[in-house]
């Protein structure tokens, strides 16, 4: 199930790289990439020793900029 996102919304909304590459449709190594290479691309926060989350409104607000 897809869950809606604005990209109004002041409010971080973090996910995992599995569900931001299905939102966007990318492959993880696409996600690990941007990561990597693209300045300003908003960056991982790890919330554990196996869990990374992403900010979802923020990725979303940077590929609009990017455009």
Request: charged fraction near 25%; hydrophobic fraction near 40%.
């Amino acid at each position: 199930m897809k869950k809606s996102v604005t990209t109004h919304a002041t409010a971080p909304q973090y996910r995992r790289a599995k569900e931001v590459c299905e939102y966007f449709r990318i492959a993880r190594s696409t996600l690990w990439l941007w990561v990597k290479i693209r300045p300003g691309f908003p960056q991982p926060l790890k919330a554990g020793p196996r869990v990374t989350l992403f900010d979802i409104v923020a990725i979303a607000e940077y590929l609009r900029r990017s455009a």
